[in-house]
């Protein structure tokens, strides 16, 4: 870090005049050197820049401060049909384009060092009388040694404009009061500090965000391990069956399953949703062949209830939700299973079978220590997908209603993950300020289990064990 | 700042009102505005805002457009709605022969109007049909264009009293009455049920027993649940702080919290009854085993095919408290045109809602698609009025409220129904007092 | 005697388990033929069979239901959503796995830290981003949105790229081939299940997602509309009554050429996600 100014400073310090004049027009340093078409190409860049900061993005970043203060006003002309509306704020614009201010000054910062560091070295080449690129080298570079930068720019742009801009954004509305009562364009939000915090984390008879919070954590952490142990094991062992030697007509049974990938999950998930709904045809089915008045004899149905509330009562919910995700998720194991398996060493099973080992034990001590191996970051990476898994929730219980007042008082439900409960209130309460809230401790907690495993699994030196 | 804001709406204000001749209480209605609040506005005077020389400002208008308007209109994505308010703007678009119209229609339905109008105003239509329920968060979040002028036609003279009251705030005027058929009522199959059965929940229950068939309706639903609390006397309003005010967990009451409370589970505790959403009854009856639903009039095309000319419906049943027979209330529920106030268009929109609202054209979305008109001679003519569902609705009227509620009111609600429903609960007050302070949060 | 017992109880839970996972196919398929509208919470199958659903799916769209152009708008989004990932992604896989640069580890840990943000908080904020350039509420805007962001799910990619011998590349190099020409005459042709993998998944996205296409289509004109979305729209609460059985045929009609698709590259799928897999 230190060497990184240090030499922007020798650069200063040792420049000729092109260097140094390249401190005020970017591509002099390249015009001293001949490299006219990179000189036209720098200056253009620092053009634009500063006229894009003065002209556009400085007077949203000026007011970021306050977020704005004018408030919209209009008065309608009923003569002549037209209204008059005066220059108003927008607060979600300035901090919008804010933010993209900021990170565009920052990025031309890092740029014009670059620059200033790059154009010394240029000078000091020619002043050891070395060979200097001309445009069509450097062109030709970037398909060879600087091929990353051509293959890495642009998907870089599109990460930072859908993702790194968006998450910058939202993160700062964790810290403002956006909400239903302060929605731009027609009314102002500010900063509020760490508030909205606190809210989340207490809890009293009317704000049970806090109430709320801790259970449905509960039951997001309890679903990832779940959801994705369940299918994993449930993958394996049904890619263990299909691949069994005495198993006739592999392809068709593996498509079978593969079918079940291929409709799209909004249609199944609201299908079976649908099916198990308290007047579905499920219910139709139980209530015919009598299931659910044993199941009400026996108890797991309250007496109220004319059918089996799979997917409207919590407890059962809970279950039929864990159950109908099997069905989504073993396929896809299924199918990162069997290559799998395939590649396990013949000879090893084999001579385990000779030493009188019977299946299930080859199963244990050698099949699923080796899956494990093998799949063991993946299986993290899908423990934080089922973390965010929003789809099979929430096509799942559209119908849900909570019995409970506390949750109902958070627009919360006893099945909803994080991830659900934030959309809900972004969506349907406008309450942007506690869905950023919670998207940050989603986001702290995938990080942290992330950080651990990786550090465990991926520990970059492993990168060339297989080449 | 706020000074600011109640300058210009003040002069607004007055603009209006002495345009429209008629300087009443224009400033003080103008400066409840912010607040937010409501009020029960039955004392709210009846304020004419047509234009005077109306013509001179539509033919200002007219000359000062040049280029072509585009205009985009929300409503119903129901085949009847979007064929109709086809012919409607292109009778508009023909009654202004020299201006260059671009009006597209877009389907979305009213329930679910308010959130995408409020995600992002900017990008919504220029107008849009919405449900009443959503109307004081639409003016909250001033996205709502007043209606401070007309010109073509007078809304407060023309659509019944209820109506425009209920789609005004404070006085002032928010949105155009559509329609006032949204509220419920009971179908029924008059070859299965008397007029006797439908009469109280008591022999409806008992007759529906006998049979072996089913009576529909989504109690667990905070809409409809609320029919019954109001109905024994019981209040729940928007207060003028923005919160709920609710008694439902009143003991000094005639009929306390409680007391409805048990009413409701008694009901919900016959083998008869089945708590279910609207899609579900309309399958149950079209299968032949419900015979009785508290629906509306979207489900009315699925019920004349289901009842045949059985099909009748009638306003909803008394059910019993302490012994005593009490007639169920309901919502009054009503449609409304509303202007975007961020319309690039704001003069053509208006032309167009009113238009739209109008007493020939609310007849014709009347006639084709079932609903009662806001529009009081429309409401009246003759291939409207014998409507049985419309019909059942105007009996009903009589013991409908304004449906004038907070968004904290629905998941508490809904929570306490389907406690009621399964009646399994431990101790009443506890429930019902735990359900008010959701409500009134 | 054990054997053939062994190969009965083996068939025997097969077919169990394709019945289950069958059964929801199964209804969607008949409810696709059902003569009655709404949902048939009675009887599994229909009671009157009829073509009518697809006929009106394809024929006759109307002021809700406008298939041919749903399937249109997915169709353009999902081929240039797939020229454009896959590009990225095999871009951003080979920079990162066979190149080695400054602050490629950086690069590396940013993008999984970024991975972590839920996605579905910050489409809001991507809406706004794509209305300031011009680009809410249309197609292109769509294609950006669901390609723009592709580099990220470069990883499977990379732990595949990984396997392919380094030697290969090095021994290219001496012989004066150019980056460029190393990845797309020896990295690219070695990687046919990795490439087709990211085919498919990146064609498949804008088939399943209904949120982001619904956040960023602000028409309400169905023409605009996308598979996904329109056929949401279709079980809405006010429409579901009279357009189940269209959505079921259209959930038909969208999933026949997919399962078409995953079957015949099944071979190729199961490689892909392996071969990444073991490096993750």
């Known amino acids: 870090m230190r060497r990184y100014f240090t030499d922007f400073g020798k650069a200063i310090k040792n420049g000729d005049v092109w260097t140094r004049l390249s401190l005020i027009v970017m591509g002099a340093g390249y015009f001293g050197r001949k490299q006219i078409v990179k000189g036209i190409l720098m200056t253009l860049i620092e053009l634009g820049f500063v006229l894009f900061t003065a002209r556009v993005s400085w007077q949203y970043i000026r007011r970021l401060n306050t977020l704005g203060t004018v408030q919209r006003e209009e008065i309608f002309d009923p003569l002549t049909l037209s209204k008059t509306v005066n220059d108003y704020d927008n607060s979600l614009l300035i901090l919008l384009l804010g933010v993209i201010g900021i990170i565009l000054i920052f990025a031309f910062v890092v740029l014009y060092i670059g620059n200033m560091k790059h154009v010394y070295s240029l000078q000091r080449l020619k002043e050891q009388g070395k060979h200097i690129n001309t445009f069509g080298e450097d062109l030709a570079a970037l398909v060879n040694e600087k091929f990353h930068i051509t293959l890495l720019t642009l998907p870089a742009l599109g990460v930072i404009l859908i ?43 009317t704000v049970t965000f806090g109430f709320v919070f801790v259970r449905i954590l509960i039951w997001t952490l309890f679903w990832s391990v779940i959801a994705t142990f369940s299918t994993y094991i449930g993958g394996i062992l049904l890619a263990k069956l299909i691949n069994d030697r005495v198993v006739k007509l592999k392809k068709l049974w593996r498509s079978i399953f593969v079918v079940t990938i291929a409709i799209p999950q909004f249609v199944t998930m609201l299908l079976v949703g649908k099916m198990f709904g308290d007047y579905g045809i499920v219910n139709s089915i139980c209530n015919n062949i009598g299931l659910t008045g044993w199941m009400q004899s026996a108890g797991l149905v309250s007496d109220g209830l004319s059918y089996i509330p799979f997917l409207s009562k919590p407890g059962w919910a809970h279950v039929t939700i864990i159950l109908i995700n099997l069905w989504v998720g073993i396929p896809y194991q299924m199918l990162a299973a069997t290559g799998i398996l395939l590649n396990i060493p013949e000879e090893q099973l084999e001579s385990a079978r000779i030493d009188g080992a019977n299946e299930r034990q080859i199963f244990r001590k050698i099949i699923m220590p080796y899956m494990l191996f093998v799949t063991g970051p993946s299986l993290i990476t899908a423990l934080v997908s089922n973390i965010n898994n929003f789809n099979v929730i929430y096509l799942l219980t559209s119908d849900y209603v909570t019995p409970s007042m506390k949750f109902a008082n958070s627009s919360a439900k006893e099945v909803d993950l994080l991830i659900t409960w934030l959309f809900t ?16 401790i989603v986001f702290a907690i995938c990080a942290t289990l992330t950080l651990i495993s990786f550090s465990r699994f991926i520990a970059g030196n492993r990168e060339e064990d297989y080449q | 700042m706020k000074k600011k804001i109640l300058a210009s709406i003040l002069s607004a204000g007055m603009l209006v009102s002495l345009m429209a001749g008629c300087g009443s209480n224009a400033a003080e209605t103008g400066n409840e505005v912010q607040s937010g609040g409501t009020e029960k506005s039955s004392d709210s005077e009846k304020q004419s805002t047509k234009v005077d020389n109306a013509d001179d400002a539509i033919q200002g208008l007219i000359d000062s457009t040049d280029g072509t308007v585009e205009l985009t209109l929300w409503c119903s994505e129901t085949e009847a709605y979007q064929t109709t308010m086809k012919e409607i703007v292109d009778e508009f678009e023909a009654a202004y022969p020299d201006v260059d119209f671009d009006i597209t229609i877009g389907a979305e339905s009213e329930a679910n109007c308010k959130d995408d109008v409020l995600a992002d105003p900017e990008a919504a239509a220029d107008l849009f049909v919405f449900a009443d329920d959503q109307l004081v968060d639409m003016v909250n979040a001033g996205v709502l264009q007043s209606i401070d002028a007309t010109y073509t036609y007078d809304p407060a003279e023309t659509n019944a009293v209820s109506t425009v009251e209920a789609a005004s705030v404070d006085g002032t005027l928010y949105a155009y009455p559509l329609t006032a058929s949204n509220g419920y009522f009971l179908f029924y199959d008059k070859n299965e049920l008397t007029d006797e059965d439908v009469s109280s929940w008591d022999n409806l229950l008992a007759a ?140 053509w929109s208006m032309l167009l809602a009113e238009y739209i609202t109008s007493e020939a054209s609310q007849e014709k979305i009347g006639v084709a698609t079932g609903e009662g008109p806001a529009n009081i001679n429309a409401a009246a003519s003759e291939e409207i009025a014998n409507l049985p569902a419309l019909a059942a609705l105007t009996d009903q009227s009589n013991y409908a409220d304004l449906q004038r509620v907070g968004d904290n009111y629905w998941d508490p609600a809904a929570t306490l129904g389907q406690s009621l429903v399964e009646g399994k609960y431990d101790d009443v007050q506890a429930l019902l007092d735990e359900a008010v302070e959701g409500i009134t949060q | ?97 066979c190149m080695r640069f400054r602050g490629r580890k950086q690069l590396m840990s940013f993008s999984i830290i970024l991975g972590m943000f839920p996605g579905v908080l910050s489409m809001i904020a991507i809406y706004f981003v794509m209305k300031l350039v011009g680009l809410s509420d249309s197609i292109v805007g769509l294609i950006v949105v669901y390609s723009g962001a592709s580099g990220l799910g470069y990883l499977i990619c990379k732990g595949f790229f990984d396997t392919i011998p380094a030697s290969l590349r090095e021994s290219a190099k001496l012989e004066g081939a150019s980056q460029l020409t190393i990845f797309t005459r020896i990295v690219i042709p070695l990687s046919k299940p990795i490439i087709v993998y990211t085919v498919i998944n990146s064609f498949l996205a804008p088939w399943m997602d209904f949120v982001m296409a619904k956040l960023m289509i602000k028409s309400k004109n169905p023409v605009d509309w996308t598979v996904a979305m329109g056929l949401y729209k279709l079980v809405e609460r006010t429409l579901v009554g009279n357009y189940f059985s269209v959505f079921c045929a259209g959930g038909i009609i969208v999933a026949i050429p997919i399962s078409v698709l995953f079957v015949i590259m099944q071979k190729f799928y199961v490689e892909g996600i392996t071969g990444g897999a073991v490096k993750g």
């Open chain 1, 163 to 205: 993702n790194v801009i968006p998450i910058i954004f939202m993160v700062c509305v964790a810290f403002t009061n956006y909400d239903k009562d302060h929605q731009p364009p027609t009314y102002l939000f500010t900063w509020v500090g760490l508030e909205n915090f606190e809210q989340m984390f207490t809890s009293n008879t």
């Open chain 1, 425 to 440: 209130l972004t969506n349907q309460e406008s309450n942007y300020k506690m869905a950023s809230v919670i998207g940050i």
């Open chain 2, 208 to 347: 529906a027993e006998a049979k072996g068939k089913t009576v529909g309706m989504e109690v667990s639903g905070a809409w409809f649940l609320y029919g019954f609390f109001a109905g024994a006397g019981l209040d729940m309003h928007l207060g003028d702080d923005g919160k709920n005010v609710c008694n439902w967990n009143a003991t000094d009451t005639k009929y306390t919290g409680a007391d409805v409370a048990a009413a409701v589970t008694k009901i919900c505790q016959s083998s008869a009854m089945v708590n279910c959403v609207n899609e579900d009854a309309q399958a149950f009856a079209l299968d032949g085993k419900m015979i009785a639903d508290v629906n509306g009039t979207w489900a009315t095309n699925a019920f004349m095919e289901a009842y045949g000319d059985g099909y009748a419906a009638v306003k909803l049943p008394t059910f019993t408290v302490n012994g005593d027979q009490v007639q169920m209330s309901s919502f009054a529920g009503y449609k409304f045109l509303g202007v975007n106030s961020y319309s690039k268009n704001i003069g």
């Open chain 3, 1 to 97: 005697m054990k054997k053939a017992w062994n190969i009965i109880w083996k068939h025997g839970l097969l077919i169990i388990l394709s019945v289950i996972w069958m059964i929801p196919i199964l209804w969607l398929f008949v409810t696709s033929l059902s003569g009655y509208k709404g949902i048939n919470t009675m009887h599994f199958f229909p009671q009157e069979w009829t073509l009518d659903n697809y006929k009106q799916l394809f024929f006759e769209p109307d002021t809700v239901a406008n298939f041919p152009a749903w399937f249109k708008n997915s169709m353009i989004i999902g081929c240039f959503v797939c020229l454009i990932s896959t590009f990225f992604v095999l871009g951003v896989s080979y920079a990162l796995s």
